[in-house]
């Protein structure tokens, strides 16, 4: 019985030790476990992160190089534009007319007396040519601001559509615009001259006048205006470009072939479409004799 007993107290030790070796076993593969749950969690990261990384170093060297470019597209611009303003002041371009600070004055003196100038009253005109006397003074500024009142009052029917100087000035503009399309010259040089009168910073009506003067054979005329014209400096590139198809054909009428040559080429690089406006404009190509290759 007692000998039973003993092989009984043996097989429990040994189930006990068993049961021991079995926890320690359960217990290395849970931190087994817990290890790979971890270096599965890093290994998802690294990958998460690397390419974001990546991504993200991809992101900025893009935006760098943007910005390089962006800077470097500036600067070409300013290059070329630096470069238009050269060759306009060497071919006159950018000279100050000596006669534009009176037709300031007298352009200023139309837009603040423009509602006496255009009134229907029967005594309006007089007391506008009364007014010029007293206030411009100087003769000859006076003879001129004379000439522009009575101009300006003999186109009711334009200058009725309008309520202000610039608008006026717009109104005439169009008109010189369709008088020109009827080939009527001086008519079309009166409308531009009425449109100056109140806008002086009318790029596109000092443009207008220039071609105008052209047409009548008054390059040197022509190339005053067309130098107002260059110098306001628009931003609408339509009516740049107009300006420089219309200096090129001014500098061909003054027998300046190769300065247009120059000049085309040059403002090509700037302005929009001024290489295919100038080749689909057959008066530019008879006046300068251009062969478009």
Not at 128 to 143: D, G, T
Not at 192 to 205: G, R
Not at 246 to 258: A, D, M, P, Y
Request: aromatic fraction near 6%; charged fraction near 25%; hydrophobic fraction near 45%.
């Amino acid at each position: 019985m007692g000998a039973d007993n003993d092989i009984e107290r043996e097989k429990l030790a040994m189930e006990r030790q068993k049961l021991a070796l079995g926890e320690r076993q359960y217990g290395l593969e849970e931190r087994k476990f817990g290890l790979l749950k971890w270096t599965y969690r890093i290994d998802i990261v690294a990958k998460l992160l690397l390419p974001a990384g990546v991504l993200a170093l991809a992101f900025v060297t893009y935006q760098s190089n943007d910005l390089a470019a962006k800077n470097r597209l500036q600067f070409d611009r300013d290059v070329r534009e630096s470069e238009v303003v050269l060759k306009e002041r060497e071919l006159g371009l950018r000279q100050v007319d000596s006669n534009r600070a009176q037709e300031t004055r007298i352009s200023a003196f139309i837009q603040q007396n423009y509602a006496l100038i255009i009134s229907r009253d029967t005594d309006a005109e007089a007391k506008a040519i009364k007014l010029a006397r007293a206030v411009l003074s100087e003769e000859a500024l006076v003879r001129d601001a004379i000439s522009k009142i009575q101009a300006l009052r003999s186109q009711p029917a334009i200058i009725q559509v309008a309520t202000t100087p610039v608008a006026s000035a717009n109104a005439f503009l169009d008109a010189g615009k369709a008088a020109l399309r009827r080939g009527e010259m001086p008519l079309a040089l009166q409308h531009f001259s009425n449109a100056i009168a109140l806008d002086q910073n009318n790029a596109s009506a000092w443009n207008s006048k220039a071609y105008a003067e052209m047409r009548l054979g008054d390059n040197q005329s022509a190339f005053a205006s067309i130098s107002t014209a260059v110098r306001l400096n628009p931003a609408d590139q339509l009516v740049r470009r107009n300006i420089v198809l219309n200096v090129t054909k001014i500098l061909c009428s003054q027998q300046r072939g190769e300065e247009a040559v120059s000049y085309l080429n040059t403002m090509a690089s700037v302005v929009t479409g001024v290489g295919e406006a100038a080749r689909n404009d057959g008066e530019l190509t008879s006046r300068c004799h251009f062969t478009w290759s």
